[in-house]
């Protein structure tokens, strides 16, 4: 839920409150129903609030406790709020709201902050001390909700998304070359600190930012899930690990129901979000709101995948909504979707969002989601083959079947100042698989994919897409201590099935087994991946748009090659490659850079 901004000056001067205006009103979208903007001295903080938790004005932000001389600005959601509020009265705090942003200030204050140890959500938060001139930056463990930077030696500023710091001003927008190339090679991932632009930084998952008054930062990282095999577990049988699994993702769900309104459920028709919605029933929820989006075919591709969904929906009698999306829609909707865009992303699954999104929140405003099970329990069809590959050679094999192309052919694509003078890509996928902590091949590939690839693809996704309609999603399969147990749990019964074995051994007594044992879907939105007629010919002006013949991130040569035949080259994945670096200039070019 929610935007948050501010500005913290490091020069003697007064915050830039109007910066922080602008800022905040970027974000109107994120937070519909209230604004909020606080200023004092050198700091100021900006939020746009979506009602979920408290939805009277005592949970409004920016949050000022002036007893504890602290102010905060909150994006997201502590599931365990009210048991944590139950012990800090016991602990002799008093509180003015039922929300879990003021949790958050008095935990913060009882506990400092390593108060998000005790936290079991998705959050991105700032508070600031008023007696230390102190300001700490906080992200979730798996970077759920977002939180970028912008820094320059006299002030930092910081909000839910990139486009609002450009509003702010004051940005470089030069192109980030390592980011580029991340772009281009790492599956469109770019991984923290990078963002596009060389001028704006994102905070890392999991991390702790306090800047001192007089810009003096440190950085701590709180969580790290280890892919290794523990003593505690060694007696357990395949059986043992379901149960405890199912358990798990049992708490992980009925967490997620927490909200004073109602909750409904993303159902895609795939095993996800159809576990999702039977362990609902299981714990006796009723009228569930379902959504499930399709649109129409092209070059021989379907474009939904209704038949499985609606399996789901009639075996536990949801409300179901089935939103089908008309050719004339999707065209506009690539550039509303483009402009939600915190950072460019390429999967087609972003329109699909953009689109369900803004349907469902006509009914809802908070959903649940199945993103996560596959980086999580292994449901991809790269880790296979990584079964059988030594611990040594994992680096080359994992970028052979995940990475969209290698360093090598990047010179025929991109112009020669923007290239990087390395294979910035497979240095970083090297040093990320030569940490401690994975066991495997498979483990560190999951380990890199959970806590990277996860975070700045998929997450990012539908965080942009849900908040971009006022929407809240929130991710089960992303629950910490879940992520925890999955990370220890042996490889071979994640891979096991097809992938997601143990998953799918738990669902068996509650769903069909069409649904379980179906051919893995996505959200198929076949005009993007078959590129023609308008749909082409929007591709084709992003990529000759003077702006971008100017810019000259891509050869003309290259350019020109691929228009002739747009549908050819294809990234390792998959991917249609024109339409990925179409999709770059379309963002660059929407946020004016």
């Not at 500005?7 to 937070?31: I, K």
């Not at 358990?247 to 909200?259: G, I, K, N, S």
């Not at 509303?336 to 699954?349: N, Y």
Request: with cysteine.
């Amino acid at each position: 839920m929610c935007g948050l901004s501010g500005e913290l000056r490091f020069d003697g001067r007064e915050a830039d409150v109007a910066a922080v205006g602008r800022m905040t009103a970027a974000m109107e979208a994120r937070g519909p129903d209230g604004v909020g903007l606080w200023a004092t001295g050198p700091v100021a903080f900006g939020h746009r609030r979506l009602k979920i938790i408290d939805l009277s004005e005592r949970g409004a932000q920016p949050m000022v406790d002036t007893a504890l001389g602290l102010t905060a600005v909150f994006n997201g959601c502590i599931y365990n709020y009210q048991e944590l509020r139950d012990r800090l009265v016991d602990a002799g705090y008093r509180f003015f709201s039922t929300s879990d942003t003021e949790v958050i200030l008095k935990a913060y204050h009882h506990w400092g902050p390593r108060c998000v140890d005790h936290f079991a959500g998705m959050f991105a938060f700032a508070v600031y001390e008023r007696d230390t001139g102190r300001l700490v930056l906080v992200r979730d463990r798996l970077g759920i909700k977002p939180l970028y930077v912008a820094r320059d030696p006299h002030r930092l500023r910081f909000a839910s998304s990139l486009p609002a710091l450009l509003a702010g001003g004051g940005v470089s927008s030069d192109i980030d070359l390592v980011a580029f190339h991340h772009y281009l090679s790492f599956h469109s991932v770019v991984p923290p600190p990078h963002t596009i632009l060389a001028g704006v930084r994102k905070l890392p998952q999991a991390t702790i930012r306090t800047v001192e008054a007089d810009g003096t930062t440190r950085d701590e990282v709180y969580w790290r899930p280890d892919f290794t095999r523990q003593a505690d577990h060694a007696s357990w049988t395949a059986d043992d690990w379901r149960d405890a699994i199912g358990e798990r993702l049992r708490t992980a769900v009925r967490r997620r129901m927490v909200a004073d309104v109602p909750v409904g459920v993303l159902l895609s028709g795939g095993l996800d979000s159809s576990l999702i919605v039977a362990l609902l029933a299981e714990a006796g929820q009723r009228d569930l709101a379902t959504f499930s989006v399709g649109f129409e075919a092209a070059g021989g591709e379907s474009g939904d995948e209704f038949h499985y969904s609606d399996i789901i929906a009639r075996r536990f009698g949801t409300d179901h909504h089935q939103i089908r999306v008309p050719g004339d829609r999707l065209l506009p909707a690539i550039d509303a979707a483009v402009a939600a865009m915190s950072e460019p992303m390429v999967s087609h699954d972003c329109v699909a969002f953009y689109l369900l999104s803004q349907e469902v929140a006509r009914h809802v405003k908070v959903v649940q989601s199945g993103q996560g099970a596959d980086e999580v329990f292994a449901g991809y069809s790269w880790y296979p083959p990584l079964a059988s590959v030594p611990r040594g050679d994992a680096v080359d094999a994992y970028l052979r079947v995940f990475a969209d192309r290698p360093h090598s052919e990047l010179p025929a694509m991109v112009e020669p100042h923007h290239l990087t003078e390395g294979d910035a890509s497979r240095h970083f996928v090297a040093e990320r698989f030569a940490e401690p902590g994975a066991q495997t091949s498979v483990d560190a590939a999951l380990r890199i994919d959970s806590t990277v690839m996860l975070v700045d693809d998929p997450v990012k996704r539908v965080d942009n897409m849900t908040m971009a309609a006022g929407l809240e999603a929130r991710t089960p399969f992303l629950d910490h201590e879940l992520v925890e147990l999955a990370a220890a749990c042996p490889p071979e019964l994640k891979l096991a099935s097809g992938g997601k074995g143990v998953l799918k051994d738990l669902s068996r007594p509650l769903m069909p087994a069409d649904v379980i044992d179906r051919p893995k879907g996505y959200f198929p939105v076949p005009a993007i991946r078959h590129l023609d007629g308008p749909f082409l010919a929007r591709v084709a002006d992003a990529l000759t748009d003077p702006v971008a013949r100017g810019r000259g991130l891509f050869r003309k040569d290259w350019v020109d090659e691929m228009l002739a035949d747009p549908n050819s080259n294809r990234t390792t994945l998959g991917a249609n490659a024109l339409w990925q670096a179409a999709l770059l200039e379309m963002w660059l070019q929407t946020q004016g850079v």
